[in-house]
């Protein structure tokens, strides 16, 4: 698998965290959540990012 194949897929697989995005936005707006909260959300992405990409690099194999 190639390098840009891994971003995407790494990628692709924050979107529905994304999705949670503006019903955060809302209920901080509201009042019922934390503001902080909305703040941790784009590092979570950041860290499931770079999860995704460790888990698909490739790995050598020595045949033992």
């Known amino acids: 698998m190639n390098r840009r194949t891994r971003r995407r897929i790494a990628l692709a ?3 529905p965290t994304l999705l949670t ?3 955060c936005a809302l209920l901080v707006a509201l009042g019922l959540m934390p503001w902080t909260i909305l703040l941790a ?3 979570a992405l950041a860290v499931q990012v ?3 990409l460790t888990r698909l690099r490739p790995t050598s194999f020595n045949g033992r």
Do not use: D, E, G, R
Request: hydrophobic share 60%; no cysteine; net charge neutral.
């Open 13 to 15: 697989s924050t979107f």
């Open 21 to 23: 995005v503006p019903l």
């Open 50 to 52: 770079a999860i995704t």
């Open 41 to 43: 959300v784009p590092i």
